[in-house]
């Protein structure tokens, strides 16, 4: 299977720690992300952290169990898909925290996935409208922390 990836970046006038912090709290979670209409954490887990599992389903309908295999605190956060859309054979994304000059953050936010077939067929299609809704998120977050 044909692996894709993409990543988008976006600028926030915050402190990288801030800007952390505020997308993996999950009390934060649908404030900020509009492309989910659910988001927590699996298992009584109160905090995102290596090995918890999360379960989000988008404005689609398609919901999703991922796994954190990373989580280095202000740096970067990855997931691993665990049970999913029958669609995905695989799928990975990592927030990545960059501090940069004057209080601001760079966050890229990175997807890594394949497609079963036959949805591996339209699998530029499905990669730019990920790719949309990646953008428009980061683009939510923004907006948060400028109205705050």
């Not at 006038?13 to 988001?39: C, G, I, S």
């Not at 036959?118 to 990646?134: E, R």
Request: a positive charge.
């Amino acid at each position: 299977m044909r692996l894709s990836k993409f990543s988008e970046t976006i600028e926030i006038a915050a402190k990288w720690e801030l800007v952390f912090d505020y997308t993996q709290d999950y009390k934060n979670r649908l404030k900020w992300d509009t492309f989910l209409t659910e988001a927590y954490l699996l298992d009584n887990a109160t905090q995102a952290e290596k090995g918890v599992k999360a379960w989000c389903v988008s404005r689609n309908g398609l919901g999703m169990e991922t796994q954190y295999v990373s989580f280095n605190r202000p740096k970067v956060a990855a997931v691993k898909m665990t049970k999913g859309p029958y669609m995905f054979k695989e799928f990975a994304a990592s927030w990545t925290f960059k501090e940069e000059a004057g209080g601001i953050t760079k966050v890229t936010f990175l997807y890594s996935f394949s497609l079963r077939f036959p949805f591996s067929l339209a699998g530029f299609l499905i990669t730019k409208i990920l790719q949309k809704n990646v953008k428009q998120r980061l683009v939510d977050l923004k907006n948060e922390f400028q109205r705050a």
